[in-house]
Protein backbone atom coordinates (compact mmCIF):
# COMPACT_ATOMS: atom_id res chain seq x y z
CA UNK A 1 0.00 0.00 0.00
CA UNK A 2 1.43 3.32 -1.23
CA UNK A 3 1.71 6.39 1.14
CA UNK A 4 -1.24 8.29 -0.37
CA UNK A 5 -3.48 5.20 -0.33
CA UNK A 6 -2.36 4.54 3.14
CA UNK A 7 -3.38 8.24 3.74
CA UNK A 8 -6.92 7.73 2.05
CA UNK A 9 -7.64 4.94 4.37
CA UNK A 10 -6.68 6.37 7.95
CA UNK A 11 -9.03 9.42 6.40
CA UNK A 12 -11.68 7.69 6.63
CA UNK A 13 -11.76 6.63 10.01
CA UNK A 14 -11.33 10.45 11.43
CA UNK A 15 -14.76 11.76 13.08
CA UNK A 16 -15.76 14.83 10.82
CA UNK A 17 -18.39 17.66 11.79
CA UNK A 18 -22.06 17.61 10.93
CA UNK A 19 -24.24 20.52 11.37
CA UNK A 20 -24.71 20.84 14.99
CA UNK A 21 -22.23 20.78 18.07
CA UNK A 22 -21.92 22.11 21.76
CA UNK A 23 -19.89 25.20 22.00
CA UNK A 24 -19.16 25.70 26.62
CA UNK A 25 -19.55 29.47 25.84
CA UNK A 26 -22.16 30.10 22.92
CA UNK A 27 -24.78 27.45 23.06
CA UNK A 28 -26.12 26.09 20.29
CA UNK A 29 -23.74 27.92 17.25
CA UNK A 30 -24.03 26.71 13.23
CA UNK A 31 -21.10 25.27 11.02
CA UNK A 32 -20.11 28.67 9.40
CA UNK A 33 -19.50 29.83 13.43
CA UNK A 34 -16.83 27.24 14.35
CA UNK A 35 -14.78 27.26 11.29
CA UNK A 36 -14.67 30.69 11.52
CA UNK A 37 -12.15 30.51 14.81
CA UNK A 38 -9.04 31.03 14.37
CA UNK A 39 -7.87 28.55 16.80
CA UNK A 40 -9.83 25.62 15.62
CA UNK A 41 -8.72 26.42 11.92
CA UNK A 42 -4.90 26.80 12.80
CA UNK A 43 -5.60 23.27 15.10
CA UNK A 44 -7.01 21.99 11.96
CA UNK A 45 -4.12 23.32 9.55
CA UNK A 46 -1.67 21.38 12.13
CA UNK A 47 -3.35 18.57 11.88
CA UNK A 48 -2.84 18.50 8.41
CA UNK A 49 0.54 18.62 7.92
CA UNK A 50 0.83 16.40 10.62
CA UNK A 51 -1.09 13.76 8.37
CA UNK A 52 0.73 14.41 5.84
CA UNK A 53 4.03 14.06 7.42
CA UNK A 54 3.24 10.57 9.11
CA UNK A 55 -0.25 8.93 8.45
CA UNK A 56 -0.45 6.35 11.10
CA UNK A 57 -3.08 5.06 13.10
CA UNK A 58 -1.27 6.40 16.49
CA UNK A 59 -1.84 10.19 14.61
CA UNK A 60 -5.61 9.24 14.39
CA UNK A 61 -6.13 8.35 17.63
CA UNK A 62 -4.31 11.81 18.73
CA UNK A 63 -6.34 13.32 16.63
CA UNK A 64 -9.70 11.94 17.98
CA UNK A 65 -8.13 13.00 21.75
CA UNK A 66 -7.40 16.96 20.54
CA UNK A 67 -10.69 17.33 18.85
CA UNK A 68 -12.46 16.11 22.42
CA UNK A 69 -10.25 18.42 24.60
CA UNK A 70 -9.30 21.81 22.62
CA UNK A 71 -11.38 24.70 23.94
CA UNK A 72 -14.47 23.08 25.56
CA UNK A 73 -15.53 20.92 23.08
CA UNK A 74 -17.23 17.98 24.63
CA UNK A 75 -16.85 14.29 23.18
CA UNK A 76 -20.50 13.94 22.56
CA UNK A 77 -19.89 16.75 19.72
CA UNK A 78 -21.46 14.77 16.48
CA UNK A 79 -18.63 14.92 13.62
CA UNK A 80 -19.12 15.01 9.92
CA UNK A 81 -16.79 17.10 6.70
CA UNK A 82 -13.23 17.91 6.32
CA UNK A 83 -12.28 14.69 4.77
CA UNK A 84 -12.53 15.23 1.54
CA UNK A 85 -10.23 18.63 1.97
CA UNK A 86 -7.45 16.53 3.24
CA UNK A 87 -7.79 13.83 0.60
CA UNK A 88 -7.47 16.61 -1.98
CA UNK A 89 -4.50 17.86 -0.14
CA UNK A 90 -2.62 14.74 -0.62
CA UNK A 91 -3.15 13.52 -3.85
CA UNK A 92 -3.19 17.59 -5.57
CA UNK A 93 -0.21 17.96 -7.74
CA UNK A 94 -1.34 21.71 -8.21
CA UNK A 95 0.83 24.87 -5.97
CA UNK A 96 -0.80 25.23 -2.83
CA UNK A 97 0.24 27.24 0.03
CA UNK A 98 2.08 25.10 2.71
CA UNK A 99 0.31 26.12 5.79
CA UNK A 100 3.62 25.21 7.97
CA UNK A 101 5.34 28.45 6.38
CA UNK A 102 5.19 31.24 5.60
CA UNK A 103 3.64 32.55 1.99
CA UNK A 104 3.77 35.57 -0.12
CA UNK A 105 0.66 36.95 -1.69
CA UNK A 106 0.88 36.86 -5.46
CA UNK A 107 -0.87 35.59 -8.81
CA UNK A 108 -1.58 31.84 -9.28
CA UNK A 109 -0.96 30.82 -5.42
CA UNK A 110 -3.98 28.52 -4.28
CA UNK A 111 -5.52 29.51 -0.48
CA UNK A 112 -7.85 26.85 0.70
CA UNK A 113 -10.43 25.67 3.69
CA UNK A 114 -12.85 23.35 5.45
CA UNK A 115 -15.10 23.59 2.23
CA UNK A 116 -12.90 25.12 -0.68
CA UNK A 117 -9.74 26.16 -2.17
CA UNK A 118 -9.08 29.37 -4.24
CA UNK A 119 -7.02 30.68 -6.69
CA UNK A 120 -5.82 34.27 -6.72
CA UNK A 121 -5.83 36.60 -9.34
CA UNK A 122 -4.67 40.43 -8.36
CA UNK A 123 -4.62 42.92 -5.52
CA UNK A 124 -7.97 44.83 -5.74
CA UNK A 125 -7.52 46.96 -2.53
CA UNK A 126 -6.39 47.66 0.29
CA UNK A 127 -8.14 48.36 3.37
CA UNK A 128 -6.82 49.27 7.37
CA UNK A 129 -4.31 45.93 8.00
CA UNK A 130 -5.43 44.13 5.40
CA UNK A 131 -5.36 43.29 1.57
CA UNK A 132 -7.83 42.56 -1.04
CA UNK A 133 -7.26 40.07 -3.65
CA UNK A 134 -10.04 38.94 -5.92
CA UNK A 135 -9.85 34.96 -6.64
CA UNK A 136 -11.64 32.42 -8.47
CA UNK A 137 -12.88 29.30 -6.28
CA UNK A 138 -12.55 25.48 -6.99
CA UNK A 139 -16.22 25.70 -9.03
CA UNK A 140 -15.27 28.93 -11.21
CA UNK A 141 -17.01 31.43 -9.10
CA UNK A 142 -15.31 34.73 -8.61
CA UNK A 143 -14.60 35.95 -5.15
CA UNK A 144 -12.84 38.38 -3.38
CA UNK A 145 -10.54 37.67 -0.13
CA UNK A 146 -9.10 39.51 2.88
CA UNK A 147 -6.39 38.71 3.65
CA UNK A 148 -4.98 40.28 7.65
CA UNK A 149 -0.94 39.49 8.63
CA UNK A 150 -0.82 37.96 11.84
CA UNK A 151 1.86 40.03 12.74
CA UNK A 152 -0.52 42.41 13.59
CA UNK A 153 -1.42 43.14 17.51
CA UNK A 154 -3.77 40.74 19.11
CA UNK A 155 -6.17 43.74 19.30
CA UNK A 156 -6.43 43.88 15.22
CA UNK A 157 -6.64 40.13 15.21
CA UNK A 158 -9.29 39.64 17.47
CA UNK A 159 -11.09 42.43 16.15
CA UNK A 160 -10.78 41.03 12.58
CA UNK A 161 -12.29 37.43 13.54
CA UNK A 162 -15.34 39.18 15.48
CA UNK A 163 -15.50 41.06 11.96
CA UNK A 164 -15.55 37.79 10.30
CA UNK A 165 -17.96 35.92 13.15
CA UNK A 166 -20.67 39.43 12.49
CA UNK A 167 -20.69 38.89 8.73
CA UNK A 168 -21.07 35.10 8.69
CA UNK A 169 -23.28 34.70 11.49
CA UNK A 170 -26.03 37.76 10.65
CA UNK A 171 -27.58 37.81 7.04
CA UNK A 172 -28.85 40.61 5.80
CA UNK A 173 -29.09 42.07 2.21
CA UNK A 174 -27.38 45.04 2.80
CA UNK A 175 -24.88 43.48 5.13
CA UNK A 176 -21.28 42.33 3.19
CA UNK A 177 -21.28 38.40 3.41
CA UNK A 178 -18.48 36.65 4.61
CA UNK A 179 -18.82 33.00 2.64
CA UNK A 180 -15.51 31.17 3.92
CA UNK A 181 -12.91 31.85 6.27
CA UNK A 182 -9.21 30.38 6.48
CA UNK A 183 -5.71 30.42 6.82
CA UNK A 184 -2.75 31.33 4.21
CA UNK A 185 0.82 29.84 5.63
CA UNK A 186 1.58 31.12 8.99
CA UNK A 187 1.19 34.78 8.52
CA UNK A 188 -2.36 35.60 7.17
CA UNK A 189 -5.75 34.77 8.04
CA UNK A 190 -8.17 35.67 5.53
CA UNK A 191 -12.35 35.65 5.22
CA UNK A 192 -13.65 35.31 1.15
CA UNK A 193 -16.79 37.34 0.33
CA UNK A 194 -18.49 38.17 -3.24
CA UNK A 195 -16.70 40.08 -5.44
CA UNK A 196 -17.79 43.89 -5.88
CA UNK A 197 -16.77 45.99 -8.67
CA UNK A 198 -17.28 49.72 -7.54
CA UNK A 199 -17.27 51.34 -4.33
CA UNK A 200 -20.02 54.49 -3.21
CA UNK A 201 -17.01 56.52 -3.69
CA UNK A 202 -16.21 55.30 -7.36
CA UNK A 203 -19.74 55.67 -8.15
CA UNK A 204 -20.05 59.14 -7.24
CA UNK A 205 -16.82 60.09 -9.26
CA UNK A 206 -18.76 58.71 -12.21
CA UNK A 207 -22.09 61.13 -11.31
CA UNK A 208 -25.25 59.02 -9.74
CA UNK A 209 -28.39 59.69 -11.41
CA UNK A 210 -30.59 62.01 -9.27
CA UNK A 211 -33.37 59.45 -8.66
CA UNK A 212 -31.64 56.49 -7.81
CA UNK A 213 -29.76 58.42 -4.86
CA UNK A 214 -33.28 57.62 -2.40
CA UNK A 215 -33.05 54.07 -2.96
CA UNK A 216 -29.35 53.80 -2.16
CA UNK A 217 -29.42 55.88 0.89
CA UNK A 218 -32.48 53.94 1.96
CA UNK A 219 -30.18 49.88 1.57
CA UNK A 220 -27.53 51.75 3.84
CA UNK A 221 -29.87 52.62 6.69
CA UNK A 222 -31.17 49.30 6.14
CA UNK A 223 -28.48 47.72 6.99
CA UNK A 224 -27.27 49.81 9.08
CA UNK A 225 -30.85 49.43 11.46
CA UNK A 226 -30.48 45.49 11.00
CA UNK A 227 -26.98 45.96 12.70
CA UNK A 228 -28.09 48.21 15.51
CA UNK A 229 -30.81 46.41 16.03
CA UNK A 230 -28.44 43.86 17.10
CA UNK A 231 -26.05 46.34 19.52
CA UNK A 232 -23.54 46.77 16.48
CA UNK A 233 -22.10 50.72 15.37
CA UNK A 234 -20.30 50.48 12.42
CA UNK A 235 -18.41 54.01 13.56
CA UNK A 236 -16.64 54.25 10.33
CA UNK A 237 -19.75 54.31 7.06
CA UNK A 238 -18.08 55.88 4.51
CA UNK A 239 -18.37 55.40 0.70
CA UNK A 240 -15.47 53.44 0.49
CA UNK A 241 -16.84 51.11 2.71
CA UNK A 242 -20.25 50.65 0.63
CA UNK A 243 -20.01 48.66 -2.09
CA UNK A 244 -22.03 47.19 -5.11
CA UNK A 245 -22.22 44.48 -7.50
CA UNK A 246 -21.54 44.93 -11.33
CA UNK A 247 -25.14 46.15 -12.69
CA UNK A 248 -27.05 46.64 -9.27
CA UNK A 249 -27.30 49.45 -6.89
CA UNK A 250 -28.51 48.05 -3.99
CA UNK A 251 -25.25 48.76 -1.51
CA UNK A 252 -23.54 46.24 0.58
CA UNK A 253 -22.40 47.59 3.78
CA UNK A 254 -18.66 46.64 4.40
CA UNK A 255 -15.58 46.54 6.94
CA UNK A 256 -16.96 46.23 10.18
CA UNK A 257 -13.36 45.68 11.57
CA UNK A 258 -13.50 48.88 13.89
CA UNK A 259 -17.23 48.71 15.34
CA UNK A 260 -18.72 48.45 18.59
CA UNK A 261 -20.42 44.55 19.06
CA UNK A 262 -22.67 43.60 21.93
CA UNK A 263 -21.75 41.10 23.56
CA UNK A 264 -23.05 38.14 22.27
CA UNK A 265 -21.67 38.65 19.21
CA UNK A 266 -18.00 38.35 20.86
CA UNK A 267 -15.90 34.86 21.06
CA UNK A 268 -12.94 36.69 22.71
CA UNK A 269 -13.03 39.31 25.92
CA UNK A 270 -11.36 41.60 23.38
CA UNK A 271 -13.21 44.55 21.76
CA UNK A 272 -13.36 47.90 19.86
CA UNK A 273 -14.54 50.12 22.79
CA UNK A 274 -17.03 52.97 21.83
CA UNK A 275 -14.79 55.23 23.47
CA UNK A 276 -11.44 54.44 21.04
CA UNK A 277 -11.48 57.31 17.92
CA UNK A 278 -10.37 55.34 14.80
CA UNK A 279 -12.85 56.29 12.25
CA UNK A 280 -11.64 58.41 9.42
CA UNK A 281 -12.78 62.05 10.35
CA UNK A 282 -14.41 63.30 7.46
CA UNK A 283 -16.87 61.30 8.40
CA UNK A 284 -16.63 61.20 11.78
CA UNK A 285 -19.47 62.74 13.75
CA UNK A 286 -18.17 65.42 16.30
CA UNK A 287 -18.70 62.85 19.72
CA UNK A 288 -16.14 60.86 17.86
CA UNK A 289 -13.39 63.53 17.19
CA UNK A 290 -13.26 64.17 20.87
CA UNK A 291 -11.79 62.17 23.55
CA UNK A 292 -14.00 59.98 25.67
CA UNK A 293 -16.74 60.20 23.21
CA UNK A 294 -18.86 57.56 23.70
CA UNK A 295 -20.02 55.70 19.92
CA UNK A 296 -24.20 55.21 19.69
CA UNK A 297 -25.83 54.50 16.83
CA UNK A 298 -26.99 57.82 16.13
CA UNK A 299 -22.93 58.14 15.31
CA UNK A 300 -23.62 55.68 12.19
CA UNK A 301 -26.49 58.36 11.37
CA UNK A 302 -24.35 60.92 11.37
CA UNK A 303 -22.17 59.61 8.53
CA UNK A 304 -24.88 58.50 6.42
CA UNK A 305 -25.99 62.20 6.57
CA UNK A 306 -22.69 62.99 5.24
CA UNK A 307 -23.22 60.64 2.40
CA UNK A 308 -26.48 61.46 1.55
CA UNK A 309 -25.79 65.18 0.81
CA UNK A 310 -22.77 64.73 -1.07
CA UNK A 311 -24.30 61.76 -3.89
CA UNK A 312 -26.00 65.19 -4.62
CA UNK A 313 -23.70 67.96 -4.05
CA UNK A 314 -20.17 66.27 -4.48
CA UNK A 315 -19.20 67.75 -1.50
CA UNK A 316 -18.46 66.95 2.50
CA UNK A 317 -20.98 69.16 4.48
CA UNK A 318 -19.24 70.92 7.28
CA UNK A 319 -21.04 71.56 10.31
CA UNK A 320 -21.96 75.57 9.72
CA UNK A 321 -21.51 75.78 5.96
CA UNK A 322 -22.43 72.77 3.13
CA UNK A 323 -24.36 73.27 0.11
CA UNK A 324 -27.86 72.60 0.14
CA UNK A 325 -29.35 69.51 -1.76
CA UNK A 326 -32.41 71.69 -3.00
CA UNK A 327 -29.72 74.04 -4.93
CA UNK A 328 -28.48 71.20 -7.04
CA UNK A 329 -31.42 68.89 -7.46
CA UNK A 330 -34.84 70.70 -6.72
CA UNK A 331 -37.19 68.03 -6.90
CA UNK A 332 -35.58 66.35 -3.89
CA UNK A 333 -35.58 69.63 -1.59
CA UNK A 334 -37.35 68.05 0.64
CA UNK A 335 -34.36 65.76 1.79
CA UNK A 336 -32.59 69.15 3.17
CA UNK A 337 -34.85 69.09 6.14
CA UNK A 338 -34.38 65.32 6.75
CA UNK A 339 -30.72 65.60 6.15
CA UNK A 340 -30.49 68.61 8.58
CA UNK A 341 -32.33 66.02 11.60
CA UNK A 342 -29.76 63.64 10.96
CA UNK A 343 -27.23 66.09 11.17
CA UNK A 344 -27.35 67.26 14.62
CA UNK A 345 -24.11 68.27 16.45
CA UNK A 346 -25.63 66.53 19.44
CA UNK A 347 -26.09 62.97 18.70
CA UNK A 348 -29.10 62.59 21.13
CA UNK A 349 -30.99 65.46 18.49
CA UNK A 350 -30.49 63.03 15.94
CA UNK A 351 -33.59 61.67 14.34
CA UNK A 352 -33.42 57.92 15.35
CA UNK A 353 -33.94 54.95 14.71
CA UNK A 354 -33.68 54.42 11.23
CA UNK A 355 -37.89 53.86 10.79
CA UNK A 356 -38.43 57.39 12.07
CA UNK A 357 -35.96 58.54 9.21
CA UNK A 358 -37.96 56.28 6.59
CA UNK A 359 -41.21 57.31 8.04
CA UNK A 360 -40.49 61.17 8.15
CA UNK A 361 -38.88 60.80 4.34
CA UNK A 362 -42.17 59.74 3.38
CA UNK A 363 -43.55 62.04 5.15
CA UNK A 364 -41.48 65.09 3.71
CA UNK A 365 -41.10 63.96 0.28
CA UNK A 366 -45.02 63.78 0.33
CA UNK A 367 -45.58 66.93 1.43
CA UNK A 368 -43.23 68.83 -1.25
CA UNK A 369 -44.86 66.77 -3.49
CA UNK A 370 -48.33 68.30 -1.89
CA UNK A 371 -46.56 72.20 -1.69
CA UNK A 372 -45.86 71.25 -5.55
CA UNK A 373 -49.68 70.44 -6.51
CA UNK A 374 -50.78 73.62 -4.57
CA UNK A 375 -48.72 75.88 -6.29
CA UNK A 376 -49.53 74.31 -9.74
CA UNK A 377 -53.60 74.65 -8.38
CA UNK A 378 -53.04 78.00 -7.41
CA UNK A 379 -51.19 79.26 -10.53
CA UNK A 380 -53.83 77.41 -12.62
CA UNK A 381 -56.08 79.77 -14.73
CA UNK A 382 -58.91 77.63 -15.77
CA UNK A 383 -61.12 79.38 -18.67
CA UNK A 384 -63.50 78.70 -21.00
CA UNK A 385 -62.08 78.60 -24.65
CA UNK A 386 -64.54 79.89 -27.32
CA UNK A 387 -65.72 77.04 -29.88
CA UNK A 388 -65.66 78.21 -33.19
CA UNK A 389 -69.64 78.72 -33.81
CA UNK A 390 -71.51 76.15 -35.77
CA UNK A 391 -73.70 78.13 -38.68
CA UNK A 392 -74.50 75.63 -41.30
CA UNK A 393 -76.37 77.09 -44.28
CA UNK A 394 -78.60 75.80 -47.00
CA UNK A 395 -76.66 75.89 -50.04
CA UNK A 396 -79.07 73.75 -51.96
CA UNK A 397 -82.50 72.13 -52.47
CA UNK A 398 -83.25 69.01 -54.24
CA UNK A 399 -86.21 66.88 -54.72
CA UNK A 400 -85.58 63.04 -55.05
CA UNK A 401 -88.14 59.91 -54.44
CA UNK A 402 -90.88 62.31 -52.87
CA UNK A 403 -88.48 64.36 -50.69
CA UNK A 404 -87.53 67.93 -50.06
CA UNK A 405 -83.64 67.61 -49.93
CA UNK A 406 -81.99 70.65 -47.61
CA UNK A 407 -77.87 70.37 -48.31
CA UNK A 408 -75.73 71.79 -45.86
CA UNK A 409 -72.30 73.72 -46.03
CA UNK A 410 -71.56 71.58 -42.63
CA UNK A 411 -71.86 68.12 -41.18
CA UNK A 412 -75.09 67.78 -39.45
CA UNK A 413 -74.12 67.76 -35.73
CA UNK A 414 -76.28 65.46 -33.56
CA UNK A 415 -77.15 68.21 -30.77
CA UNK A 416 -77.69 70.92 -32.85
CA UNK A 417 -80.59 68.18 -35.68
CA UNK A 418 -82.44 68.00 -31.92
CA UNK A 419 -82.75 71.18 -31.55
CA UNK A 420 -84.64 72.38 -34.47
CA UNK A 421 -86.27 68.55 -34.24
CA UNK A 422 -88.21 69.34 -30.96
CA UNK A 423 -88.88 71.87 -28.22
CA UNK A 424 -90.00 75.57 -28.64
CA UNK A 425 -88.10 75.95 -31.26
CA UNK A 426 -88.56 73.21 -33.54
CA UNK A 427 -90.97 73.36 -36.74
CA UNK A 428 -93.46 70.98 -35.17
CA UNK A 429 -96.77 73.46 -35.50
CA UNK A 430 -95.33 75.10 -38.78
CA UNK A 431 -97.06 74.21 -42.10
CA UNK A 432 -98.95 71.10 -40.85
CA UNK A 433 -95.50 68.95 -40.63
CA UNK A 434 -94.94 67.09 -37.81
CA UNK A 435 -91.54 67.08 -36.24
CA UNK A 436 -90.54 63.37 -37.37
CA UNK A 437 -90.93 64.58 -40.55
CA UNK A 438 -87.96 66.49 -40.63
CA UNK A 439 -85.00 63.86 -40.96
CA UNK A 440 -81.08 63.97 -41.06
CA UNK A 441 -79.98 62.47 -44.26
CA UNK A 442 -76.49 61.27 -45.46
CA UNK A 443 -73.97 63.58 -43.91
CA UNK A 444 -74.76 66.75 -44.45
CA UNK A 445 -78.46 67.19 -45.48
CA UNK A 446 -81.75 67.49 -43.84
CA UNK A 447 -85.07 65.43 -46.01
CA UNK A 448 -88.43 66.25 -45.63
CA UNK A 449 -91.00 64.22 -47.25
CA UNK A 450 -93.41 65.66 -50.18
CA UNK A 451 -96.76 65.20 -51.72
CA UNK A 452 -96.19 66.15 -55.07
CA UNK A 453 -99.40 67.58 -54.95
CA UNK A 454 -98.24 70.27 -53.28
CA UNK A 455 -98.06 74.00 -54.51
CA UNK A 456 -95.11 76.05 -55.45
CA UNK A 457 -96.24 78.40 -53.05
CA UNK A 458 -96.42 76.10 -50.22
CA UNK A 459 -92.98 74.75 -51.23
CA UNK A 460 -91.62 78.28 -51.40
CA UNK A 461 -92.90 79.07 -47.88
CA UNK A 462 -91.74 75.52 -46.65
CA UNK A 463 -87.84 75.99 -47.69
CA UNK A 464 -87.98 79.85 -46.04
CA UNK A 465 -89.24 78.86 -42.94
CA UNK A 466 -86.74 76.20 -43.13
CA UNK A 467 -84.02 78.06 -43.80
CA UNK A 468 -85.20 80.34 -40.95
CA UNK A 469 -84.86 77.65 -38.28
CA UNK A 470 -81.57 76.93 -39.41
CA UNK A 471 -80.32 80.29 -38.09
CA UNK A 472 -82.29 80.08 -35.22
CA UNK A 473 -80.57 76.58 -34.14
CA UNK A 474 -77.61 77.66 -35.19
CA UNK A 475 -78.43 80.44 -32.52
CA UNK A 476 -79.29 78.16 -29.72
CA UNK A 477 -77.00 75.40 -30.23
CA UNK A 478 -73.84 77.95 -29.85
CA UNK A 479 -75.59 79.48 -26.40
CA UNK A 480 -76.11 76.17 -25.28
CA UNK A 481 -72.49 74.75 -26.19
CA UNK A 482 -71.17 78.42 -24.33
CA UNK A 483 -73.51 77.34 -21.55
CA UNK A 484 -71.71 74.06 -20.25
CA UNK A 485 -68.62 75.10 -21.21
CA UNK A 486 -69.10 77.83 -18.45
CA UNK A 487 -70.98 75.14 -16.51
CA UNK A 488 -67.79 72.67 -16.62
CA UNK A 489 -65.05 75.50 -15.87
CA UNK A 490 -67.24 76.54 -12.69
CA UNK A 491 -66.99 72.60 -11.93
CA UNK A 492 -63.10 72.73 -11.87
CA UNK A 493 -62.62 75.67 -10.50
CA UNK A 494 -64.59 74.35 -7.85
CA UNK A 495 -62.68 70.95 -7.43
CA UNK A 496 -59.75 72.97 -7.83
CA UNK A 497 -60.54 75.16 -4.36
CA UNK A 498 -61.16 71.73 -2.89
CA UNK A 499 -58.15 69.91 -3.81
CA UNK A 500 -56.10 73.47 -2.61
CA UNK A 501 -57.72 73.19 0.82
CA UNK A 502 -57.35 69.48 0.68
CA UNK A 503 -53.80 69.39 0.11
CA UNK A 504 -53.13 72.02 2.66
CA UNK A 505 -54.77 70.18 5.60
CA UNK A 506 -53.01 66.99 4.82
CA UNK A 507 -49.25 69.06 5.26
CA UNK A 508 -51.08 70.29 8.02
CA UNK A 509 -50.95 66.95 9.57
CA UNK A 510 -47.81 66.09 8.05
CA UNK A 511 -46.35 68.61 9.92
CA UNK A 512 -47.92 67.91 13.13
CA UNK A 513 -46.91 64.02 12.78
CA UNK A 514 -43.61 65.08 12.06
CA UNK A 515 -43.13 67.10 14.84
CA UNK A 516 -43.86 63.22 16.78
CA UNK A 517 -40.65 62.30 15.03
Known amino acids: MNDNTNLKELIRQIPYIKDKFKYISAGDISINTIYSNPEFITWKNRILVELEKKPTTKSIEDIRKRFSKMNGWKDEIDFEEITSRIIAIAESEEEMVNISEKVKLKKGIEVITAFNKFTLNCQVGTGGNGKVWSATDKYGENVAIKFLDRDNSEKVLKRFKNETLFCMTHKHPNILPVLDYGTAGTNYIFYVMPLYEKTLRQ ?39 ILFRKDSLEPIIADFGIAHFSEDDLVTIIETKRTDRMANFQY ?20 VALILNEMFTGEIAQAVDYKKIGEI ?16 QQPNERIYPEEKIFTEMQILAEKQKNELEVERLKNLAISIQKPKDYNPEVTAIKYENGKLLFELNQSVKLEWFEIISSGAYSHT ?3 RYETNKLQRYGDNMLAMPMQISETQSTIKSLVGYVK ?48 LQ
Do not use: C
Not at 225 to 239: F, M, N, S, V
Not at 479 to 497: M, Y
Open 284 to 303: AAPEQRKKGGVAIPQTDIYA
Open 429 to 431: ALM
Open 203 to 241: LMEEGIKYDKISGIFTGILRGLEYAHKLGTIHRDIKPEN
Open 329 to 344: APEYSFLDELFERMFK
Open 468 to 515: EWIHIANSIFNKVVLERIEAERRAKEQQRLKEIEKLEKENKMRDFLSS
